[in-house]
């Protein structure tokens, strides 16, 4: 699976350049350009996020084609907060530190160093969230989409995880006819602590550039966040291995919760793992013992294997996160809030087991 799957086949941003003949030298080639915002749309949700009693902020955003792929390749994001809001002081914040504005350095030239931003150079919006995915002049068709496609989350802590979507939530993808690195799909979340919170409106704009000057877009979307007031503090979810490769993991989500995704990260392989729970009620879920990498040849393996070490989070939302998520949902405008009109989050502290 390339890198441009978990972008969901981006849209080409950059106008294409056709071929030039013998016969052209000299002149300069034809190019037929994308109106993107014509043809693209841009969707953004603001809410709490509680990370084990911890309150930030949370975001969600979509930005997609008319048949749900991603807008773009390439594109440089900000968001920018009401009166109030303030961006810790933190050297992971950059120059964004103090302000009240969440931003993506422009592509620097070769030789120039770039400005150090909350999402960097590499930072975009995509089908689904914010991700280190912007394309480079080293091409952008990049097999695999290895965990350095998806950010820590959440920013500026010191404690964090990535929050990848793999089976049994979602098909598996790791059985042998996959092209090496793809982890896992995006959650469509960006969450951010130490902040400090206000209510108000937050604005994301998204610039996109184009080899022709005339077709750089700058497109924006504003969420409101009406309440300060998170969900309740998760309890961590309790892991019991049945001693076969699985095992089962006990929730309790807090009132308020609609919903929640439990993340298994098997960190002595390297492999995720997510378990999608409707509605807002303590319960026990299985994680399947046969949801491990296969071949040709060995057929389904272990989801751990033995002696290995995991890490579980349960990250419960109030509104539709796992609904709005790659590759079930290829709406250009899949719902992102609930019914408070925000998206709110809260994840558990982190449970170390092993199998």
Same mark, same amino acid.
């Given at each position: 699976?390339?890198?441009?799957?978990?972008?969901?086949? $981006? %849209?080409?941003?950059?106008?294409? %350049?056709?071929?030039?003949?013998?016969?052209?030298?000299?002149?300069?080639?034809?190019?037929?350009?994308?109106?993107?915002?014509?043809?693209?749309? %841009?969707?953004?949700?603001?809410?709490?996020?509680?990370?084990?009693?911890?309150?930030?902020?949370?975001?969600?955003?979509?930005?997609?084609?008319?048949?749900?792929?991603?807008?773009?390749?390439?594109?440089?994001?900000?968001?920018?907060?009401?009166?109030?809001?303030?961006?810790?002081?933190?050297?992971? $914040?950059?120059?964004?530190?103090?302000?009240?504005?969440?931003?993506?350095?422009?592509?620097?030239?070769?030789?120039?160093?770039?400005?150090?931003?909350?999402?960097?150079?590499?930072?975009?919006?995509?089908?689904?969230?914010?991700?280190?995915?912007?394309?480079?002049?080293?091409?952008?068709?990049?097999?695999?989409?290895?965990?350095?496609?998806?950010?820590?989350?959440?920013?500026?802590?010191?404690?964090?995880?990535?929050?990848?979507?793999?089976?049994?939530?979602?098909?598996?993808?790791?059985?042998?006819?996959?092209?090496?690195?793809?982890?896992?799909?995006?959650?469509?979340?960006?969450?951010? $602590?130490?902040?400090?919170?206000?209510?108000?409106?937050?604005?994301?704009?998204?610039?996109?550039?184009?080899?022709?000057?005339?077709?750089?877009?700058?497109?924006?979307?504003?969420?409101?966040?009406?309440?300060?007031?998170?969900?309740?503090?998760?309890?961590?979810?309790?892991?019991?291995?049945?001693?076969?490769?699985?095992?089962?993991?006990?929730?309790?989500?807090?009132?308020?919760?609609?919903?929640?995704?439990?993340?298994?990260?098997?960190?002595?392989?390297?492999?995720?793992?997510?378990?999608?729970?409707?509605?807002?009620?303590?319960?026990?879920?299985?994680?399947?013992?046969?949801?491990?990498?296969?071949?040709?040849?060995?057929?389904?393996?272990?989801?751990?294997?033995?002696?290995?070490?995991?890490?579980?989070?349960?990250?419960?939302?109030?509104?539709?996160?796992?609904?709005?998520?790659?590759?079930?949902?290829?709406?250009?405008?899949?719902?992102?809030?609930?019914?408070?009109?925000?998206?709110?989050?809260? $994840?558990?502290?982190?449970?170390?087991?092993?199998?």
């Amino acid at each position: 699976m390339q890198k441009t799957s978990l972008r969901l086949a $981006a %849209l080409g941003c950059i106008s294409v %350049l056709t071929a030039c003949t013998g016969g052209q030298a000299g002149v300069l080639p034809t190019y037929t350009s994308v109106n993107v915002p014509a043809t693209t749309k %841009l969707q953004f949700a603001v809410g709490t996020a509680n990370y084990a009693g911890t309150v930030g902020l949370n975001t969600v955003t979509t930005f997609r084609q008319a048949n749900g792929l991603s807008a773009t390749q390439l594109n440089t994001p900000s968001i920018v907060g009401p009166a109030g809001f303030v961006v810790p002081a933190v050297a992971s $914040a950059g120059t964004d530190a103090g302000t009240g504005s969440i931003t993506a350095t422009l592509q620097t030239l070769p030789g120039n160093v770039a400005v150090a931003t909350t999402f960097g150079q590499s930072g975009g919006v995509f089908g689904y969230g914010f991700a280190p995915l912007n394309s480079t002049t080293g091409g952008s068709q990049i097999v695999g989409v290895t965990t350095a496609g998806y950010y820590r989350e959440p920013f500026y802590s010191a404690t964090q995880m990535r929050p990848i979507l793999g089976p049994p939530a979602t098909p598996t993808f790791t059985d042998g006819n996959t092209v090496g690195g793809f982890v896992g799909y995006p959650s469509g979340f960006a969450s951010f $602590a130490g902040v400090t919170l206000a209510p108000g409106t937050y604005t994301l704009s998204v610039l996109v550039p184009s080899s022709d000057p005339k077709q750089v877009s700058t497109l924006t979307a504003a969420a409101a966040l009406t309440s300060t007031a998170p969900l309740g503090t998760y309890p961590a979810p309790v892991f019991t291995s049945d001693g076969l490769g699985g095992g089962t993991i006990a929730i309790a989500p807090p009132p308020g919760v609609t919903e929640t995704i439990v993340y298994v990260r098997d960190t002595t392989a390297g492999l995720y793992y997510s378990i999608f729970v409707p509605g807002g009620t303590a319960k026990t879920v299985q994680l399947p013992d046969k949801l491990g990498p296969t071949t040709l040849t060995s057929g389904a393996t272990p989801t751990l294997a033995a002696g290995d070490t995991i890490n579980v989070v349960a990250i419960g939302f109030d509104y539709g996160a796992f609904e709005a998520a790659p590759p079930g949902n290829l709406s250009q405008s899949p719902s992102i809030t609930g019914a408070n009109g925000q998206a709110d989050l809260t $994840a558990s502290a982190i449970t170390v087991g092993a199998e």
